[in-house]
């Protein structure tokens, strides 16, 4: 699974030395093609290497977009920060699609099996089982496109979304049944919920909340949630945030801000020394039971600022291992033809000014999980969680 990085928002903004590269590497390279470019003395190299490969190289030319991206990846890198990174345009609309919960499409997972072929799993209810297609059914081509295992997953599902209510062509093999099977499926809305919540056996009156990702739908279900476990007399809390990468800053201050009643989240630090301070925000509902928060080492970036306003106003203890330390802020810049730019602009502080970057939060309560606990079904960071909540009056 890919790890998501944390995205502040998208940012139009006119970048001109990578529109140089974009625009000046393709359109003007398809112009100008036989002609020697015009070029400053500093790009005079770039040109050279490009004209001696063009030339000599044995192989077959990659074409012009992909030595396109291939340059900005290279420009991208010598600025050597692991979060300042170029998305090519399939990756950045899944990015988006996350991030909002949402997305046009059939209702079915795709897994990609040992053999490299993609089987769709049909969700309950939604257009791709009400199509007839089944656990388990070959995906062979979509909308005539072939799908074969040198595809990635990204160039698989970009083809099987769209916008809501256009019809997609999809194409199946099926154990036992001999031709290929073909059903015309329309599109509808499929939610992704970012929120999960059930009330625990013990101790009494606790509920159990898990946030996958921080989307633009988070705050809302969050509050869903807490509704309908307050109603069942919930009174305490456990708030998993293992294996939560991050997402939308919004959101992060959102969440933070029903558990609190005031004061600061967090505060962003920008280059010259500029800070930022974002507040507690006025929530329709704010949950003031005991609360104890579950991490891991992949609770990262807005994950990590939740965790860490709560840790630092003595609202939650932290349970679990350190934390990832993804404390950057990147801001997105969409370009011109779908991908994106994120370049790392600013860094993250909690309420007590700890640095949340290259170091992460510190739990309260160190719990280590080993192969024996995984292999078993064992949750040792949820049980001493829960004991120590049981302690509480």
């Known amino acids: 699974m890919r790890t998501l990085k944390y995205l502040i928002g998208t940012v139009f903004v006119a ?18 093609r036989d002609q020697e ?24 030319d990659p074409p012009v977009k992909q030595r396109i991206y291939g340059a900005i990846r290279g420009l991208v890198s010598a600025y050597n920060d692991p979060y300042t990174v170029f998305v090519e345009p399939q990756p950045r609309q899944r990015e988006k699609e996350d991030l909002k919960g949402e997305f ?12 490299g072929s993609y089987s769709l799993r049909p969700m309950k209810g939604k257009p791709a089982e009400r199509a007839g297609i089944r656990d388990g059914d070959i995906l062979v081509a979509v909308d005539g496109h072939e799908i074969g295992p040198d595809m990635s997953i990204d160039e698989v599902v970009s083809l099987i979304r769209g916008p809501v209510g256009t019809v997609v062509r999809i194409e199946v093999r099926r154990a036992g049944v001999a031709e290929v099977l073909t059903f015309e499926v329309k599109r509808e809305r499929i939610e992704t919920p970012s929120v999960e919540w059930r009330i625990l056996d ?54 933070a801000s029903t558990f609190l009643r005031d004061g600061v989240v967090l505060y962003e630090q920008h280059a010259g020394g500029e800070e930022k301070t974002y507040k507690v925000r006025r929530r329709s509902i704010v949950f003031d039971g005991p609360i104890v928060v579950l991490v891991d080492r992949a609770t990262a970036s807005a994950s990590e600022i939740v965790a860490g306003a709560l840790q630092d106003h003595g609202r939650a203890l932290l349970f679990g291992e350190r934390t990832f330390g993804k404390g950057s802020v990147q801001l997105v810049h969409d370009l011109s033809d779908g991908s994106s730019l994120h370049v790392t602009a600013a860094r993250w502080l909690t309420p007590k000014r700890h640095q949340i970057d290259g170091q992460g939060l510190t739990p309260d309560v160190p719990v280590n999980v080993t192969q024996k606990d995984l292999a078993s079904g064992r949750d040792p960071v949820l049980e001493r969680a829960l004991e120590r909540l049981a302690a509480l009056p």
């Open 37 to 60: 470019p015009v070029a400053t003395e500093e790009f005079k190299v770039f040109w050279e290497a490009w004209h001696i490969l063009e030339n000599s190289f044995l192989g077959e």
């Open 202 to 255: 013990e101790p009494p009156n606790t509920g159990y909340i898990k946030i996958s990702i921080f989307s633009e739908r988070t705050a809302d279900e969050l509050t869903d949630a807490l509704k309908d476990l307050t109603s069942q007399e919930v009174t305490r809390l456990v708030l998993d945030l293992r294996h939560n990468s991050g997402g939308l800053l919004d959101a992060a201050v959102d969440v």
């Open 104 to 115: 046009g499409g059939i209702g079915a997972w795709i897994i990609q099996e040992e053999d």
């Open 15 to 32: 970048l001109f030395p990578l529109l140089t590269f974009a625009a000046g590497f393709g359109v003007h390279w398809y112009l100008v």
